[in-house]
């Protein structure tokens, strides 16, 4: 449509490690980080307004394949449901391998978030959500952040390090949207911490009923863009939406 911008600020880069011309273990090969960048260059500058800024993290470790390419057929629902409450931008963020964490540019429109997603395959690794709230919190210095997803998985980190990363962004009014496939123990119980502090919600979803996680990034989307009163207007029809503010209620207690 001919009102729907293309849109970045910033070129895609990575978290928190020297941009360096060889190639590590574990790392992107070179044609794969060029097409990855060169993706985001081609982007128009995201337009100042209303939008809603949604950080949406995502595990692309190896074992996430099958959750990756979900989350890349559902990820255009997100700004379906953000368009009554003033839009959405969206930044990529990913990690895998030994030490692979980057970011896009903030994105506008579904179509350029897909094709950023589908050019990355995932990869053996641990996690480094550490990183993924360092660079949120950065982040936020500089641009409004309402809210960000994580969807993982696993938990290989000190959740109290991970823990006092969500409660700065907590304090910065930042909601994070935990979404948990699967009962990993370790994983619920520092998902469960991280949303807790951050006045968001964790939530767990069935890779195999692809809805589950759909309503949940739809309700993720709609904090985003227009706060708890989009919310709500999502819940009548959503269990799954209502599970999110119960949380989020809760978490303020």
Not at 142 to 153: K, T
Not at 224 to 237: D, F, I, Q
Request: with cysteine; charged share 20%.
């Amino acid at each position: 449509m001919a009102n729907i911008r293309d849109m970045t600020e910033k070129t895609d880069r990575a978290l928190d490690k020297t941009t360096s011309t060889g190639v590590s273990p574990g790392r992107s090969a070179p044609g794969e980080i060029d097409r990855f960048l060169g993706a985001a260059k081609q982007l128009a500058p995201l337009a100042t307004g209303q939008a809603g800024r949604l950080v949406f993290a995502l595990d692309a470790t190896m074992s996430r394949q099958p959750t990756w390419d979900l989350a890349c057929s559902l990820q255009a629902r997100m700004f379906e449901v953000a368009a009554t409450s003033g839009g959405l931008a969206v930044q990529l963020v990913y990690f895998r391998g030994l030490g692979e964490c980057r970011a896009s540019g903030w994105v506008g429109e579904p179509r350029r978030l897909n094709g950023l997603m589908g050019a990355i395959a995932c990869q053996g690794g641990q996690t480094q959500i550490a990183r993924v709230l360092k660079h949120i919190r950065d982040e936020a210095k500089s641009v409004p952040i309402r809210a960000f997803v994580l969807v993982g998985d696993a938990m290989e980190e000190d959740v109290d390090a991970l823990a006092a990363l969500a409660g700065e962004l907590g304090l910065r009014g930042i909601r994070g949207f935990l979404f948990q496939e699967g009962h990993d123990p370790a994983a619920s119980a520092a998902f469960a911490t991280m949303a807790r502090l951050t006045g968001g919600a964790h939530a767990r979803f069935d890779v195999n009923a692809p809805d589950s996680l759909l309503d949940l990034l739809r309700g993720a989307a709609a904090y985003a863009a227009g706060g708890r009163e989009a919310m709500l207007k999502l819940a009548g029809g959503s269990p799954a939406v209502r599970g999110l503010l119960g949380a989020m209620d809760g978490g303020r207690r």
